[in-house]
Nanobody, 123 residues
Framework: QGQLVESGGGLVQSGGSLRLSCVASGLTFSSYTMGWFRQAPGKEREVVGTISWVDGTPYYADSVRGRFTISRNNSKNTVYLQMNSLKPEDTAVYYC????????????????WGQGTQVTVSS
């Protein structure tokens, strides 16, 4: 059974940067589209970005486009989320997820999820 483990969260000041990592095991990582989602207190989980297993095409939510970069290293079974110019509204628990879909932003289409990592951005 596939497992995903995130790391890299923490407390950062507004304007700062963080890089999240997610290591996968128990699945053929190179054949999985990987997504980053986040959930803030009292809000629904939302997609942040995805990266396709087919050709590495990334997708970004409007709220993070130009500030966040998603990448993957199939030799390390790892997907990354580089977050720059962080804002207080980026504060949330960030989750990585995996799916066999070539491209999807729907959380219901992702069967594998990590436990989440907290990102807190202070103003």
């Amino acid at each position: 059974q596939g497992q995903l483990v995130e790391s890299g969260g923490g407390l950062v000041q507004s304007g700062g940067s963080l890089r999240l990592s997610c290591v996968a095991s128990g699945l053929t990582f190179s054949s999985y589209t990987m997504g980053w989602f986040r959930q803030a207190p009292g809000k629904e989980r939302e997609v942040v970005g995805t990266i396709s297993w087919v050709d590495g095409t990334p997708y970004y939510a409007d709220s993070v486009r130009g500030r966040f970069t998603i990448s993957r290293n199939n030799s390390k079974n790892t997907v990354y989320l580089q977050m720059n110019s962080l804002k207080p509204e980026d504060t949330a628990v960030y989750y990585c997820a995996g799916t066999r879909f070539s491209a999807t932003t729907l959380s219901a289409n992702y069967p594998f999820w990590g436990q989440g990592t907290q990102v807190t951005v202070s103003s």
